[in-house]
């Protein structure tokens, strides 16, 4: 307690990020809530362009027309 | 809003599937709903068939004596 | 096989439309990949408006300010 | 994209910590994967105590034992 | 590590069965691959009935119809 | 109904501990809960070791300095 799963597309997220994802959503629940980071569990699951829909297309053909998913 | 998941045995699902499947759930969710499909994220998540388990078997055994999925 | 998990904010959905809902995702299991319906579990999940972010924001405050997940 | 599922033990958390939980993991995502906060969402379920098992053990027995989930 | 969700339809599960399918999962996860209770962690999530569709129908109207989920 | 999922860190299960976690789980819903096997789904879904997080660090990192998820 707590478990926290991240599931992103599959683009390349390198071994640093996830170590900040983790190290950054462990840290927001002791700020926030106060949870002992030795039961906070957090799990990355990434997942293929072909396999993520967004409204009502694959995240894959998306891509292939330009459209990503980064801040504006 | 909505997030739905399909999860499904590793059974050569091909890119026009999952493209059928993306886009039937989210038409669902509209004439349904009415939910705006820029607001629908579905995810597929193949499971191989060693990891499913139904009837207290492993599918990769149950296939292997010839059962399958498919609607009779 | 297959599982299909649909989470929705919780908005009033009624009991047909949550028939329509598994019928339709069962239908289209069998439709696209001929899967027997007696094989397909389809659960859904609505979830408070106030556990519910998107846009860094909670959807009861989102509500609160007249945007809907309406198609538009 | 991405979708965050945060599964916590009902214990009384209050809107102003969702909202923060929310908010922070969505910067979170923008900060560290550049990621759109219009196409990320979080979705927190929160568990019962006698739902959530721990070494074996329900978390309300757990409770009754004086044991939490506080930082030390 | 290990994470196990348990998904089961709200038909009366009892706090003893509950402790039963906490202790008894928790158990085999050391059985079987050696896994320190302390890291295991376990939720049961109830579904109501009309949440939960079966051969494309909800679990509600099946009970109607006095079919049940219990072992032949 | 049930529907389990088992999340594990992917340190190189068996295909034989992976059929003892299957029958496992199945027999467990059966003797305490009374469900048919025919109804009881399992799935398996094994984690890369940078993709856990333990603690608000990677769990491969916590491999690399010797310590493992084993029972003491």
Known sequence: MPYIKI???KE???RQQ???LI????DLMTNVLNKDPQL????????ELDD???GGE??????EQGIT???K
Chains 1, 2, 3, 4, 5, 6 share one sequence.
């Open 7 to 9: 599931e992103l597309t």
């Open 12 to 14: 390349g997220v390198t």
């Open 18 to 20: 996830k170590q900040a």
């Open 23 to 26: 190290k950054g959503v462990t």
């Open 40 to 47: 906070t569990h957090v799990v990355i699951q990434e997942v």
């Open 52 to 54: 993520w829909g967004f």
């Open 58 to 63: 694959q995240v894959s053909v998306l891509r």
């Open 69 to 71: 998913a980064d801040k």
